[in-house]
């Protein structure tokens, strides 16, 4: 059973200033929690889940940390449009310092959508690429809608916020991949071990300061009309054509 307090605490939860100040994030869903939960390097604080997740799961923690709820108050806390067998908090994954060297980064430019930044996320840990830099301006990739949307890779991949600017500035031995409309083909560039790849706001692109800054530009060549492409479809593409 639930407790108001409880209720209420999880509800904070889906603010950034809660999070950060707990250092917490919130998880949704068998297969998610599951995931997360079979990962040594993520800590479970509490588990709310209804009778049948438990009597199927309840090994993987401890019984101090698993309250049994119903489908109503599970309803009543969940983030998600329809509430699913289980809602997990978690302790927020701890990562050494980031090393760009040999290897791949991706670099988040005011990347708002939290379904775009949840699935580069999921996309970025699919090729490989361990960590993800994103502007102050981006989706907070600890809210709720963006670690569903990242399906449990947000446990492997390091992200931060930071001035890409600023961040570009400091690591200029470390090449630069813009994607934009005018840029070379991405079938023409070699494949990539190193390196910094920008992806660029779903409506705006990437900022003039920071394509002021880019030593490639990049594109995916177009052969209908569409105006653009989905961020995360871009990210996909641009990495399974130059991650080496």
Partial sequence: ???????????????????????????????????LLNNPAISPVNIFAISGWVEKDRSRISEKQLIEVSHAELDRISFLTTANQVLGIFKKPVFGKMNLKNKITLALDNIQDPGNAGTIVRIADWFGVEQVICSEDSADIFSPKVVQATMGSIARVQTSYTSLPEFISKHREIATYATVLDGADIKMVKPIKEGIIIIGNESKGISRELLGMVQHKITISRKGNAESLNAAVAAGIVLSHIAG
């Avoid at 209720?7 to 950060?20: G, W």
């Fill in 1 to 35: 059973m639930i407790v108001k307090s409880q209720v209420k605490y999880i509800q904070s939860l889906a603010h950034k200033k809660y999070r950060d100040e707990e250092g917490v994030f919130v998880a949704e869903g068998p297969k998610i929690v599951n995931e």
